[in-house]
């Protein structure tokens, strides 16, 4: 009678652990996701504290979701300024693969990414919390995603005076930064921009409500790395 007692005990006690293990890996980010768009702005629309500011965004909406076990980073583009060099999107990334919110893999690689075999669309582009982004002919429109790249993921070069990434993602107001169409959709005369998920057309400016105008809600896709 006291083994079976024991035996009994220890079973429930390896129970307890293991309840509280899988609690603890959850807690931590036991999240398999690997890509997002975020499913909200900072709140300063492309004023988003720099790539160091966009990337902790990114860690914050990632943890949140259990997956701030991982390295991630924002997908954005900044130009040459105060003798640092420009980056680009695609470098910043890690190799792949990546997989959305629902498990689906949506490039297997950073060429696979910039392919036209990349699964990158609107039914496919979730946020953290696996939720479709509105796009053109929803009610609200918030198909445009900050990227400043071109669609090979490099840095969307400025013309003289212009600007393509608010500012290396420090303005507010005026400005301008490319943006993608997560939905492969919108006006863009050009069929090609206008489809690219990356790399459609430039902003009206970097407020909250100058991205508006362009059916942008500051949204970024987010990358991990690892």
Known sequence: MPSRLFLSTGAAVAATALIIGCGAMRSSGGNSMSFFITSVNPGKGGDLGGLAGADRFCQSLATSAGAGNKTWRAYLSTAAADGQPAVNARDRIGTGPWTNAKGVVVATSVADLHSANAKV????????????????????NRHDILTGSRPDGTLAV????????CGNWTKSDGGSAIVGHHDHKGTNPDPVANASWN????????????????????????????
Do not use: I, W
């Open 121 to 140: 669309g609107k039914d496919t582009s979730l946020t953290e919390k696996g939720e479709v982004v509105s796009g053109a002919g929803d009610p609200v």
């Open 158 to 165: 400025p013309d003289a005076g212009k600007d393509t990434t």
């Open 199 to 226: 790399s459609s057309h430039g902003t009206r400016g970097c407020s909250v409500d100058q991205l508006k105008m362009s059916g942008s809600a500051g949204l970024m896709y987010c990358f991990a790395t690892n």
